[in-house]
């Protein structure tokens, strides 16, 4: 069972929205490091609809591009 959907439930509606995209986040840096997958997939493995978008959340989070991202590991 995920419970992640009834802790999002105990904050305030921006926090919440911040912590959904967080997780998004912490999940691609994971399949990043941790498989071959193409950026586009990871995207929208982890809810992004648009890489591009995708991109530009995970820069202004992490300080580098997911290319940079795979290249670092």
Known sequence: MNFEKY???K????Q???YIIK???DRAA?????SDVSINIIALSVGFS?????SNVFK???GVTP???????
């Open 60 to 62: 202004a989070a992490m």
């Open 50 to 54: 648009d890489p591009l978008y995708f």
């Open 30 to 34: 994971y399949l990043l490091n941790n």
């Open 11 to 14: 904050i305030p509606c921006k």
């Open 67 to 73: 290319s940079e991202y795979i290249q670092k590991k």
């Open 23 to 25: 997780k998004r986040l």
């Open 16 to 18: 919440a929205k911040e």
């Open 7 to 9: 802790e999002v439930k």
